[in-house]
């Protein structure tokens, strides 16, 4: 946590629950393979916590080094989305 410039009262969340990993859930950890938090016990999770019942797996793309989900998103191993490629949608 670090104190924002010039505000008194904000404090910025770098790592930690409610930054990089489910507030309710500190145990888990981000998969990207399916693009939610994973905690010991193989449950997933989203960002707020609601759990989330089989997850569809994201494909793997070696020469870029990202996630693609279904829709052409493309994802970075933090889970960030860093673009989109249409030619990579699957359709439904």
Request: no cysteine.
């Amino acid at each position: 946590m670090r104190r924002l410039p010039d505000a008194d009262l904000l404090l910025e969340i770098l790592s930690g629950p409610g930054a990089d990993r489910p507030w309710s859930r500190p145990d888990a950890r981000y998969d990207p393979w399916t693009g939610f938090f994973k905690d010991p016990d193989g449950e997933y999770v989203d960002r707020r916590g609601s759990e989330v019942e089989n997850p569809p797996l994201r494909r793997f793309l070696p020469e870029r080094r990202l996630w693609a989900d279904r829709f052409g998103g493309l994802w970075n191993r933090y889970g960030i989305q860093v673009g989109t490629d249409p030619s990579l949608r699957i359709a439904a």
